[in-house]
């Protein structure tokens, strides 16, 4: 059995900006209104459930909710230099150089802020920050950059 949330009805969905360092286009400054996606795979409990919605979407919320209309950084990136002092962050690479207020910026544990690696990013929170019944077999999140566009991570439980 299938359970599936679609963030774009859901209004589960945040807009940021960020960069993908040499990348020919997607290495300027860009945004995105992204909308996120889940699917928990498993058989049905006791209640005839395989989870109940409510506790996924309100995780799902406080994720994007983190996430909405900020910089979103890649702390592990080898190619991104970001150093921060008196209220702001200073970011450089590929010989540009950006300077945001502390405030605006989220740093994400990712090498890239590609939609590949922050919907991995979401799953794994997802499967160690919600305690899962054991009739869950899998969580997928699914991240749209726009309609039509969306990267996909599994992770099997168990």
């Given at each position: 059995?299938?359970?599936?949330?679609?963030?774009?009805?859901?209004?589960?969905?945040?807009?940021?900006?960020?960069?993908?360092?040499?990348?020919?286009?997607?290495?300027?400054?860009?945004?995105?209104?992204?909308?996120?996606?889940?699917?928990?795979?498993?058989?049905l409990d006791e209640a005839g459930m395989v989870m109940d919605f409510v506790t996924v979407k309100k995780k799902l919320r406080s994720m994007v909710d983190e996430m909405d209309h900020k910089v979103l950084l890649p702390s592990k990136s080898e190619l991104v230099k970001i150093t921060s002092s008196a209220g702001s962050v200073e970011v450089s690479f590929c010989g540009k150089r950006y300077v945001f207020p502390a405030e605006d910026v989220l740093m994400l544990?990712?090498?890239?802020?590609?939609?590949?690696?922050?919907?991995?990013?979401?799953?794994?929170?997802?499967?160690?920050?919600?305690?899962?019944?054991?009739?869950?077999?899998?969580?997928?999140v699914g991240l749209d950059e726009e309609r039509g566009q969306t990267a996909w991570y599994t992770k099997v439980l168990g």
């Amino acid at each position: 059995m299938i359970l599936e949330i679609d963030g774009g009805y859901s209004g589960i969905r945040f807009s940021s900006s960020h960069f993908i360092p040499n990348h020919e286009k997607c290495s300027r400054l860009h945004g995105h209104s992204y909308i996120v996606r889940l699917r928990l795979e498993g058989e049905l409990d006791e209640a005839g459930m395989v989870m109940d919605f409510v506790t996924v979407k309100k995780k799902l919320r406080s994720m994007v909710d983190e996430m909405d209309h900020k910089v979103l950084l890649p702390s592990k990136s080898e190619l991104v230099k970001i150093t921060s002092s008196a209220g702001s962050v200073e970011v450089s690479f590929c010989g540009k150089r950006y300077v945001f207020p502390a405030e605006d910026v989220l740093m994400l544990d990712v090498r890239t802020t590609t939609a590949e690696e922050m919907s991995k990013m979401m799953t794994e929170r997802m499967a160690s920050e919600i305690r899962m019944p054991g009739n869950v077999r899998s969580i997928s999140v699914g991240l749209d950059e726009e309609r039509g566009q969306t990267a996909w991570y599994t992770k099997v439980l168990g």
